[in-house]
């Protein structure tokens, strides 16, 4: 479609100050840039995307009065509450500043936030500009969460742990232990309450591929009965070079450079979780008794909250003599090109929505370590449905990492389930390539905005 650098359009992006969700957004931007917009990005003073990576972009911080709040992983649900009261005033003060300024052919055509930052649609009503909501998580996620006042109002939430191995009655193929929420309190209720509203929004995107999740997304378009854009995944699409928050180690591709092809098993659990330090030294032996070459992410902060995980390894009395230079452990990769090296055969991941788009558009298969949230939603398709994942014992034990990554690597099961992921990735590549369904839902979305400019 063609470039209309021209029209002189300025889209609001306003993404939550967590990585999962920043990416997709700081993608989604730099695709509407590439298609001629104007992109302002409206973020919190905590944890903000760093704006010398993206010089295309207008950063605009929020006021969030986070300073001194506890911010730590266990008290986030809190943090977003604290964020959608005190971020409102701020944006519409700017937005109303912004929009004197800008010249006669210049306008705000229209909001687009992560559903976690309801407190966008209040401003977007207040100063009458459209808004759009993107849904950063998988489509079966959305449902899932949809589904817990129905199975409150059915009884079924305090009897979830005695039915943990029972499927869910309407929500086909997940288990009451794979639902993204455990015995609910009274906060993950409102959470929830607000993560399924879409107010006053206009459209809802969509991080994902119609032919992956065409059942949930054909669901969920009944229910909300507003236009839905599929576009993913936006990573293959955005014309961007990094969106993460934390410095990549790029020295591991040259590591993977000396390793054979398909023989690297890749470890990370995202940038959110925690283990202990016992579960490090299973992880640790895990992958040094598997005897397969290792490229490991042990950020700041995964062990306990701890910033200095890394330390915790110079304890376990003679795991560097076992690997022998055989693994790589770094605190930060730069995941997408890791996936996509021939080096690397397989993936043990927490299956959040972003790695899981990663791994599959690489033809990588997954060994699935859930920790929390839609992350368990996403190991079940994985499993049970795209059958490119392996399931692991949720205990991490050495032995069961030993075996599901012997398994993967080099038994029959494994070569099976790459074949499968290699055709999935075959399939995402023709979803983004022109006349593929993606393709088509960007160029339907840049119209849709494109709709507001008079």
């Known amino acids: 479609m063609e470039n209309r650098r021209t029209h002189g359009l300025r889209v609001v992006l306003v993404p939550p100050p967590f990585q999962g969700h920043i990416t997709p957004m700081l993608q989604l931007g730099s695709i509407l840039h590439s298609r001629g917009f104007s992109i302002t990005i409206a973020h919190t003073e905590f944890n903000p995307p760093c704006s010398c990576n993206h010089p295309e972009f207008f950063f605009l911080p929020l006021a969030d009065n986070l300073s001194g709040y506890d911010t730590s992983f266990w008290n986030l649900l809190e943090v977003i509450s604290v964020i959608n009261v005190n971020c409102k005033a701020p944006l519409q003060q700017y937005l109303v500043q912004m929009m004197e300024k800008l010249e006669p052919h210049d306008k705000v055509c ?25 849904r950063t998580t998988s489509a079966s996620n959305v449902l899932a969460w949809d589904a817990i006042p129905r199975l409150q109002e059915g009884g079924y939430i305090s009897l979830q742990e005695s039915l943990a191995n029972e499927l869910v009655p309407e929500l ?27 107010r006053s929004s206009a459209a809802i995107v969509w991080n994902t591929m119609d032919f992956l999740e065409h059942s949930s997304l054909s669901q969920l378009q009944q229910q909300y009965q507003i236009p839905n854009f599929s576009i993913g995944p936006m990573h293959k699409t955005a014309p961007i070079s990094t969106t993460s928050l934390l410095k990549e180690d790029n020295s591991c591709l040259a590591w993977l450079d000396k390793q054979a092809p398909n023989t690297v098993i890749y470890m990370s659990l995202g940038s959110l979780a925690m283990v202990d330090k016992k579960e490090l030294a299973e992880m640790a032996w895990g992958l040094a008794n598997s005897d397969q070459p290792f490229l490991w992410v042990v950020r700041p902060g995964l062990v306990d909250g701890s910033e200095a995980s890394n330390q915790f390894l110079e304890l376990f009395q003679g795991f560097q003599e076992r690997i022998r230079g055989r693994g790589l452990v770094v605190k930060w990769a730069p995941q997408k090109e890791v996936l996509a090296h021939s080096a690397v055969g397989g993936f043990l991941s927490h299956c959040g929505w972003n790695s899981t788009l990663e791994s599959i558009c690489e033809g990588v298969p997954m060994i699935c370590r859930p920790c929390f949230s839609d992350q368990m939603v996403n190991a079940r398709y994985l499993i049970h449905v795209w059958k490119v994942g392996l399931e692991m014992d949720p205990v991490l034990e050495r032995g069961g990492i ?11 099961e494994g070569e099976e389930m790459r074949q499968r992921a290699i055709d999935m990735g075959q399939k995402i590549k023709r979803c983004v390539q022109k006349g593929g369904s993606s393709y088509n839902s960007l160029n339907d979305l840049e119209e849709f905005i494109l709709s507001w400019s008079s």
């Open 402 to 412: 030993q075996r599901a990554i012997r398994s993967l690597m080099v038994e029959k």
């Open 110 to 134: 229209c909001i687009i936030y992560d559903t976690i930052m309801h407190f966008t649609d209040a401003v977007a009503n207040h100063l009458n500009l459209p808004s759009i909501i993107l």
């Open 172 to 198: 086909y193929p997940l288990r009451f232990k794979d639902l993204p929420y455990q015995k609910p309190s009274k906060v993950v209720l409102q959470f929830t309450a607000d993560l399924n509203k879409i």
